[in-house]
């Protein structure tokens, strides 16, 4: 397939040429005739990211085209004006959205704003429900969901929560969200419900083997969650978790979305997490620190200018102030004088579980942050401002696509 549709004078010429490999996955390049003149051709090659035996489509097409040019044929690819860089995968084709990104749905930071802020700008915004209500201090759900903007969003959930609130998954579903997001659990008992209402799921996991349970619920996506992550989660990497996923959905389930989160706050996370296989990324340190999320300005202003060795993974806080989570999760966020004190007395932690639960209650009103966490993931350390999350996106994107093209330059011998 090529792109011969007339070019301005001036303007790069560039043929999109498809190919099909042995392998059964197809190869996007482009030729850059211009180049070609002066005796070099740049292939930038994209296609081959995904397997399409696994993948169900024939390529990953970065598209940055400048200016619009005369359709002359109805399989030439359409064009979109070279400020809005889009990376097509699974993700974005099947759930409509521009860019393979989506939100986190962060407790107490992913508000209606976030979410809807996200999804305009061409991702997809999922509003945290977190704790299903069961914690006082949680924003209240239903106030967020109405402060949704955007026609698409999703609402997500801790799992072992919201089996304690099932009600809140009714309430939530009322809102009409595109997807249900689920994490830290077992999602089976909600498949039903979600799929009854229409509503597709996304299930996030710390652990291979959970994988199945998520299979077993019906979820049209699965996020593989790196230890990296900011807040809760378990022990593995995101570097090595990723394409063992890839490889073992292609093996059990080849139709199944994969998204890769922990550690990914800009453009060079994503192209790697769609070299290592992923249809796209679960994005949640960056979006914390934009205009849009409830973060408290002091907690960014905290993190600004620290790098990821402040960051810490523990279970003590969560021992300490009595919240109940499953012992094979642990909490990232940056260090403080609590962690300072408990960091390495566990087993006390869990001997004294609550006794610092009013305490703590009482240190997150007065905003002390010797003893509230300050939750961020690793990639903290590359965080330097707080912008509109739709600047987020659109830089993520640019700067995923820019790295993919320039792919090309390398040598090979």
């Not at 523990?314 to 940056?334: C, H, I, M, N, Q």
Request: aromatic content about 8%.
């Amino acid at each position: 397939m090529c792109d011969s549709s007339l070019r301005q004078p001036g303007c790069s010429r560039r043929k999109w040429y498809r190919h099909n490999l042995q392998n059964g996955s197809s190869l996007l390049v482009i030729r850059d005739e211009e180049c070609e003149q002066r005796g070099r051709a740049a292939l930038i090659e994209l296609g081959a990211l995904m397997d399409t035996s696994r993948r169900g489509f024939s390529t990953t097409a970065v598209t940055a085209m400048g200016q619009r040019r005369p359709t002359t044929n109805a399989r030439q690819r359409s064009e979109v004006p070279s400020h809005d860089t889009m990376i097509s995968t699974r993700l974005t084709e099947r759930f409509g959205i521009r860019h393979p990104i989506v939100c986190a749905p962060m407790a107490w930071v992913t508000g209606g704003a976030l979410a809807a802020a996200v999804s305009r700008a061409g991702g997809l915004g999922i509003v945290g429900g977190g704790y299903a209500g069961t914690l006082d201090e949680e924003p209240d759900l239903e106030t967020e969901l109405a402060r949704v903007t955007s026609d698409k969003f999703g609402v997500g959930f801790i799992t072992w929560a919201l089996a304690r609130s099932p009600t809140m998954l009714t309430k939530a579903l009322r809102h009409s969200p595109f997807c249900v997001f689920l994490s830290f659990g077992d999602p089976r008992p909600f498949a039903a419900e979600i799929r009854g209402a229409g509503v597709v799921l996304i299930c996030q996991v710390q652990f291979l083997w959970q994988i199945d349970m998520a299979l077993e619920a019906g979820a049209a996506a699965i996020v593989v969650q790196g230890t990296e992550a900011g807040g809760h989660g378990a022990s593995r990497s995101t570097f090595p978790f990723v394409p063992e996923a890839a490889d073992y959905l292609k093996q059990h389930s080849p139709e199944t979305l994969l998204l890769a989160a922990g550690g990914i706050v800009d453009g060079r996370g994503l192209a790697a997490a769609l070299m290592l296989g992923a249809d796209g990324v679960l994005v949640g340190t960056r979006f914390w620190a934009s205009a849009e999320a409830l973060t408290p300005k002091s907690h960014t202003d905290k993190a600004i200018g620290v790098t990821g060795d402040e960051t810490i993974r523990t279970k003590t806080l969560d021992a300490l102030r009595g919240v109940p989570w499953p012992r094979e999760y642990s909490f990232r966020f940056l260090k403080n004088k609590l962690t300072d004190e408990w960091a390495d007395r566990e087993g006390e932690a869990f001997d004294a579980f609550g006794t610092l639960s009013t305490k703590y209650a009482q240190a997150r009103v007065q905003n002390d942050l010797d003893t509230v966490a300050v939750v961020c993931g690793e990639a903290v350390g590359l965080l330097r401002d707080r912008p509109r999350a739709a600047s987020v996106v659109e830089s993520m994107t640019a700067e995923a696509a820019s790295l993919l093209r320039n792919a090309g330059k390398l040598r090979f011998t």
